[in-house]
């Protein structure tokens, strides 16, 4: 395996995509997903890195320095999991001892950020190599019909949403479900999604979403490109004329993956617009059975256990030049005096 890097890099699209349709993997990997990130957070600092093997690329990954000796996958907030892609069935040991061997400076550890167990298997500990939990989170599979699933659901969830139907129907409000798939119809999504978010309380922080913000910019580019080619979801759930939820999707590998919830946090507390859109974007999904699996990525909350049981875990990877050193970070980690980040 021969590992070459490139500074400063642009992500190669032709060779990136090639392997990413080769592995079959995740639209979380995609280059139109990835691409998005590296204009709007990348700041120049990441480096790419392509492995070579028997004459053709098995692994890509988009990599940063996080100080002196320490190099990690690119990982911005918007990415469910690290940039790294490789072949099934390659040793991720293997592939990082190489990569070890070829990044410059001599660096102490690798971290490969937020891997997903179900593209990269997770390893076991050896002398170098160490794994951490990162988060749990959830998923929902798409499979026989919406009613049998949703009978397999909680009575209390059942019988709360049924109540908050019959709640709007009284008051003579129509819930009404929108999918768009369009490109053209993504400008105007992502302002609405960013209106509604920056109403709530993530405007106080900085972190809302806005049409001319770095956010902003990167959901649009990112779900234009995706809806350019019929892998892209936008959901937005109306009481009547008002706007009250949104979700910001996207598809591939048999799955939809819900990136970006928000809703109208003026909407009276008795009312869950976000749970009402999830039930009737459940209920679309199963009824057209074009997906597997429903994914949200996110760390697992309450809510999520009443719509499913299936939950997987989240993990990081460092690898460290030496075994020493990964003895003496696990013994800092599990030290509740010491001051670290791990």
Known sequence: ???????????????????????NGSPLLAAGFVQPLLAQFGDGAAW???????????????????????????QPAQAPVGLWLQEPGLGLEAL???????????????????CDPALIVRPAATGPLRTMDYIDTASITLQGSFDSYWESRGKNLRANLKKQRARLDKDGVVPRLQISRAAHDVAA?????????SAGWKAGGGTAVGADNAQGRYYRAMLEEFCARDAGCIYRYWFGEQLVAMDLCIEGAGQL?????????????SLSPTL?????????????????RLEFYGKVMEWHTRWTSEVRTLYHVNFYRWPLLARLHASRIHDPKANHVP
């Open 276 to 292: 009402l859109m999830r039930e009737a974007a459940c209920r679309a999904l199963f009824d057209e059975g074009r997906l597997a």
């Open 48 to 74: 790419l890195a392509s492995c070579e093997h028997e004459g053709r690329t098995v692994a890509m990954a988009l990599l940063v320095r996080r100080g002196r000796g320490n190099w990690a996958t690119f």
């Open 1 to 23: 395996m021969k590992w070459t890097l490139q500074a400063g890099a642009q992500l190669p699209l032709a060779s990136w995509s090639a392997l990413h349709a080769r592995v």
């Open 189 to 197: 999504a992502v302002a609405d999604y960013g209106r509604l978010e």
């Open 257 to 269: 993956i819900v990136l970006k919830t928000t809703y109208d946090e003026s909407v009276p507390n």
């Open 96 to 114: 990082l001892a190489a990569l070890m061997r070829a990044l410059p400076g001599m660096p102490l550890v690798i971290g490969v950020t937020q």
